[in-house]
């Protein structure tokens, strides 16, 4: 069972990057999905989120309105279109999986998620 992050880099404000979170020996299918960042010196946070059960999304108010998740079922993949990138996104990004019996709805407390990517890093530079 692994996930694996990847898409980050270096990218100058106003840019776009695409991230992706791809799971080898499970289907992202069962699992809801969750996008969460931590930048240095600070807490982990959730950014998005995606249901596995009825295609609802989540976004922090940060984000909202440039960044979109989506699901490629056939593919096992989740993606995170970053448009308009600021400065303040600078951070490690972080996708994560978790079964819907275990959580809430838009859950966005990164502790009952089961299984973690190992972290791709945005920077927004100019």
């Known amino acids: 069972v692994q996930l694996q992050a990847f898409g980050g880099g270096l990218v100058q404000p106003g840019g776009s990057l695409r991230l992706s979170c791809a799971s080898s020996?499970?289907?992202?299918?069962?699992?809801?999905m969750g996008w969460f960042r931590q930048a240095p010196g600070e807490e982990r946070k959730a950014i998005s989120y995606?249901?596995?059960?009825?295609?609802?999304?989540y976004y922090d108010d940060s984000v909202k309105g440039r960044f979109t998740i989506s699901r490629d079922n056939a593919r096992n993949t989740v993606y995170l279109q970053m448009n308009s990138l600021k400065p303040e996104d600078t951070a490690v990004y972080y996708c994560?999986?978790?079964?819907?019996?275990?959580?809430?709805?838009?859950?966005?407390?990164?502790?009952?998620?089961?299984?973690w990517g190992q972290g791709t890093l945005v920077t927004v530079s100019s």
């Open positions: 020996g499970f289907s992202l299918y069962y699992y809801n």
């Open positions: 995606s249901s596995s059960s009825d295609d609802s999304t």
């Open positions: 994560a999986v978790v079964r819907p019996n275990l959580s809430w709805p838009q859950d966005t407390r990164w502790w009952v998620y089961e299984y």
